[in-house]
């Protein structure tokens, strides 16, 4: 079926640097996307979206970049902290048939690690 | 605003047994999701409500699964017989609509561990 996937389980980078996380997906129905952060513990927290009309969107310290034609996200996050350790997800969003519920169907997400 | 509420945060149950968990969304939201999430995984969608009615169950399993929305608020879901394989988060999210092309808000889930 289709599915939404990332490339990298893990990912560790040294506090200060940027950070790229990179997330494929299949469903070419698919219009609305969303990264979500989940800390150990705790419930998946919204952190940007974008909109397939869109290539890229920026937010405080992230950005998205989406490329429809290869079918691919990135979640960028500048200047990474000690704070942004977590598990992300990109997570798609779409309608299985016409005129149904739309769902929102998630990647198996990336374990970002941050190095003092 | 206050958050997605979910209770309780852990339970331990044998295999065999029945468990339930509740969630009270975010005010006001009339979409509301279970999704279930083990160890090392994305969130599976197991359920999804609108209002006090299924807008889709299509990966519940409908053989120890239930859930209902009575009130189109407050919703529980049920198993029994639990499995071993049932042992997972089950988190529950909200959203202003069906759509969905809008954020959904989750809480903070249920542990579950089945022995």
């Known amino acids: 079926g289709e599915s939404v996937g990332l490339h990298l389980p893990t990912l560790s980078v040294q506090e200060g640097d940027n950070s790229i996380i990179n997330c494929a997906y299949s469903n070419s129905a698919s219009d609305y996307f969303i990264w979500y952060k989940q800390e150990s513990g705790k419930g998946p927290q919204f952190i940007i979206d974008?909109?397939?009309?869109?290539d890229k969107r920026q937010g405080q310290r992230v950005t998205v970049l989406l490329n429809k034609t290869v079918k691919h996200l990135s979640l960028q996050i500048a200047a990474t902290q000690p704070g942004d350790s977590a598990v992300y997800f990109c997570?798609?969003?779409?309608?299985?048939?016409?005129?149904?519920?739309?769902?929102?169907?998630f990647g198996s997400g990336t374990q970002l690690t941050v190095l003092p | 605003e206050a958050g997605v509420a979910q209770s309780p945060r852990y339970k331990i149950i044998e295999k065999r047994q029945s468990v339930a968990f509740w969630c009270n969304p975010i005010?006001?939201?009339?979409?509301l999701y279970w999704y279930q999430q083990i160890l090392g995984q994305g969130p599976k969608l197991l359920i999804q409500f609108q209002n006090n009615g299924v807008v889709d169950d299509s990966q519940l399993p409908k053989d120890r699964f239930s859930a209902e929305r009575l009130k189109g608020v407050d919703s529980t879901l049920k198993i029994q017989p639990a499995k071993l394989e049932d042992s997972a988060v089950y988190l529950c999210a909200s959203s202003l609509s069906r759509q969905m092309n809008t954020e959904a808000f989750f809480g903070q889930g249920t542990r579950l561990t089945v022995v």
């Open positions: 997570a798609e969003n779409w309608s299985p048939h016409s005129g149904s519920a739309r769902q929102l169907t």
């Open positions: 974008i909109r397939s009309n869109m």
């Open positions: 005010s006001g939201h009339a979409t």
